[in-house]
């Protein structure tokens, strides 16, 4: 009897706090979903009610790690402000250049990384033009002349890969024909804004890579070497001049195509859906620029805690440089961008540095157990202009996307999340302390409000697991993160 009552006692909590969230949900969707969709620089709120349409999930114990960049989650904060996270850019790039005849341009690059644990490899896909005018050898002064593409210009897809990362290895695949050989890491002549990825709940062999093309068209691959025929894509009128992505999206399960559309501000971010790969359609722009100036070019997008993740290419047309920015949706629909105007990965101020002129995320971040790996195609030169190309590489904290610093430093920082469901496990979490700094972390009743447990740190934390030197037994909490001269991330329930 008293196992029933328990777990009679239990249903009810978890009933109440979905009923709490439920509440919290209406009110926080009016002010969270504001037009501009953007987060300004410096922020103090309360929401006592409010969130949005998937606020349900967010309750549930299936979700184990939490992004403070989720505002959803947030019920105040006070002297805070969310900013993006500081990437740092690897000593030895560029990691690998156009060092290849048949590597006349890298353009955008077009990138798609992936680390493949099945042979522990890391593999590359990379869109140069193949027939093109190269800038190799060009003075600044040279570059000033406009570039003309030849007669003819023709894009590829060429094929890289890696053990570690660092060091790349352009291998000879033997199946297009340049100037007479078929020694080359070519494995597509023609396709442009190649986006390709390994779909892990592909049930056909066959299908197991997938990639979309502009056009718009889609190509089915087992081994990412081999490919079918591009297969057009019916009922859609979109361009796709850009680099195109699609990715398999849990919480929706369908497949998610980004590309781009044309507005009265320019260039748009697009999305459509599919539920087989074939067949897509619900066109929807979900991102415009602030102004006809600051366009994004391209968005690749990747599912991470229970949130897509956007890395955002904006080119400014007065400038014609692009740097990379981030932005976030709950759904790959709406979507919030992150300190619009401030580079996750900028360029270099360098003139004709590898990458002064242009910084293209490449299609995802790979993660690992101390660090995030950014790969990303970068030009020493503008986005029109001469410019010769490369992949280079930055990297994040751990979860270090974007987090909460201290607006002044006259008093602590805080930030409180919503009643979250808890089963008594352990929690880690990931900030920045610098010298001198704190990080106070108090756990309250989801219900109650009462003070259970609390924790100071005074040193940074990477996925650090916080003892509270007692077990807790409730079911639902709330986390205050109280902080000074420190930034905080996320944190995660672990078992």
Request: net charge negative; glycine share 8%; proline share 4%.
């Amino acid at each position: 009897m008293k196992g029933i009552y328990n777990k009679v006692k239990r249903n009810i909590s978890i009933f109440k706090l979905k009923l709490i969230s439920i509440v919290f949900m209406v009110g926080f969707a009016l002010y969270f979903y504001s037009p501009s969709q953007a987060l300004s620089t410096s922020e103090n709120f309360t929401v006592n009610q409010g969130s949005d349409s998937l606020k349900d999930d967010l309750v549930e114990e299936s979700r184990r790690k939490y992004l403070l960049l989720d505002r959803r989650i947030i019920q105040q904060t006070e002297n805070a402000v969310l900013k993006v996270g500081r990437v740092e850019k690897y000593a030895g790039n560029p990691l690998f250049v156009e060092d290849k005849e048949w590597e006349n341009r890298y353009d955008n690059f077009y990138g798609n990384v992936i680390f493949d644990k099945e042979e522990n490899l890391y593999k590359c896909w990379y869109s140069p033009f193949i027939i093109d005018t190269s800038a190799k050898g060009m003075t600044l002064e040279e570059r000033n002349a406009e570039y003309s593409p030849p007669k003819g210009r023709r894009m590829g897809i060429c094929y890289a890969t890696s053990v570690d990362g660092i060091v790349w290895d352009k291998p000879n695949l033997n199946l297009v024909d340049y100037q007479g050989s078929s020694e080359n890491n070519i494995l597509w002549m023609g396709p442009h804004g190649a986006g390709i990825f390994k779909d892990e709940k592909a049930s056909d062999p066959s299908t197991k890579y997938k990639a979309i093309f502009q056009g718009l068209s889609v190509g089915f691959s087992e081994d990412g070497i081999h490919w079918s025929d591009r297969i057009h894509i019916d009922g859609l009128k979109i361009p796709g001049d850009t680099h195109n992505n699609a990715f398999w999206a849990p919480n929706l399960n369908k497949y998610v195509g980004i590309t781009r559309t044309f507005g009265d501000k320019g260039r748009q971010v697009t999305r459509i859906e599919s539920d087989d790969f074939l067949h897509w359609d619900n066109e929807e722009v979900v991102m415009q620029g602030e102004n006809a100036n600051l366009q994004p070019y391209s968005m690749p997008v990747f599912y991470y805690a229970g949130l897509y993740i956007g890395l955002v290419a904006i080119h400014n047309q007065e400038s014609d440089r692009v740097w990379t920015e981030l932005a976030w949706s709950p759904d790959s629909k709406e979507w919030i961008r992150i300190s619009p105007g401030s580079p996750l990965i900028p360029c270099s101020e360098t003139a004709l540095d590898y990458d002064y002129g242009c910084v293209y995320a490449c299609a995802n971040p790979v993660f690992l157990d101390n660090e995030i790996r950014l790969y990303y195609g970068g030009s020493d030169w503008k986005h029109f202009g001469w410019r010769n190309g490369c992949l280079a590489m930055a990297t994040l904290r751990p979860d270090g996307f974007a987090g909460y610093q201290g607006l002044s430093d006259h008093s602590p920082s805080k930030i409180t999340t919503i009643p979250l469901a808890y089963s008594g496990q352990s929690i880690q979490i990931n900030a920045d302390v610098e010298p001198g700094g704190w990080v106070n972390i108090g756990l309250y009743d989801g219900e109650k409000g009462d003070l259970l447990a609390e924790k100071r740190m005074t040193t940074t934390a990477n996925n650090t697991t916080v003892d509270f030197g007692q077990d807790i037994d409730v079911d639902s909490i709330q986390l205050k993160f109280e902080f000074s001269q420190s930034k905080v991330y996320s944190f995660t329930f672990v078992e």
